[in-house]
């Protein structure tokens, strides 16, 4: 039986997103790493949102939603708005300055600062994936919004995400398993095998073991 080392999956490369959706009047957004043009003729892009996203359950309901592709001139507050709190908790427009979006014809909102470009789509077909919703989509618009590189996950993860602080002390000595995707720390001998990162949604694969 082939050996499965996970750490092979942070090989493939990634950019990121701001993902975008409207339902009624609550706007909101999360981070997303896989949006591809699957299709050239007819154009057709392909976005890959978790479940456990509010933002999913907008784009099932209205099959609309923008994507903003991340730059590399982005800051870590725009990860801090988008992907460590829930659209369920949070009005995560409510304080976003006026500058740092506009929104699009289609009526949803779409980031300016940080990013490169951005799309309208529009839902064609959704396929069940597991853990994520696949969604193929129409373009229905797209823009060109300035010249910088495209944020790939590697210089997100080397150059934007703030290095995790060295974990304290617990208590009592206890084992701590530590996100390293966003840093989150669970205290606990074990890690349930169905974990879920709190913060950025990753699965148990994602953290490291730090014995104290």
């Not at 708005?81 to 699009?104: E, I, L, M, N």
């Not at 934007?160 to 205290?187: L, N, S």
Request: glycine residues 6%.
């Amino acid at each position: 039986m082939a050996e499965m080392n996970t750490k092979a999956m942070y090989k493939l490369s990634y950019g990121l997103f701001v993902c975008t959706a409207v339902k009624g009047e609550k706007k909101n957004g999360c981070i997303i790493n896989t949006a591809i043009q699957v299709a050239s003729d007819p154009n057709r892009i392909s976005i890959a949102v978790n479940k456990t996203n509010y933002t999913h359950d907008m784009i099932i309901d209205t099959g609309l939603c923008n994507i903003s592709v991340i730059s590399q001139g982005a800051t870590f507050d725009i990860f801090k708005r988008f992907g460590f709190q829930s659209g369920r908790d949070v009005d995560k427009f409510a304080d976003f300055p006026t500058h740092a979006y506009k929104t699009a014809e289609n009526g949803i909102p779409y980031v300016t600062d940080g990013v490169n470009a951005y799309f309208s789509l529009k839902v064609e077909k959704t396929v069940d994936i597991g853990s994520h919703t696949l969604f193929i989509c129409e373009p229905t618009a797209m823009e060109v919004i300035s010249d910088r590189a495209s944020c790939t996950y590697e210089y997100y993860q080397n150059n934007i995400k703030p290095k995790p602080e060295a974990v304290g002390t617990t208590p009592k000595g206890q084992t701590v398993w530590r996100c390293m995707i966003c840093g989150y720390e669970y205290v606990g001998e074990e890690l349930p095998d169905d974990f879920i990162c709190p913060i950025c949604k990753h699965p148990k694969d994602d953290f490291e073991k730090i014995v104290k």
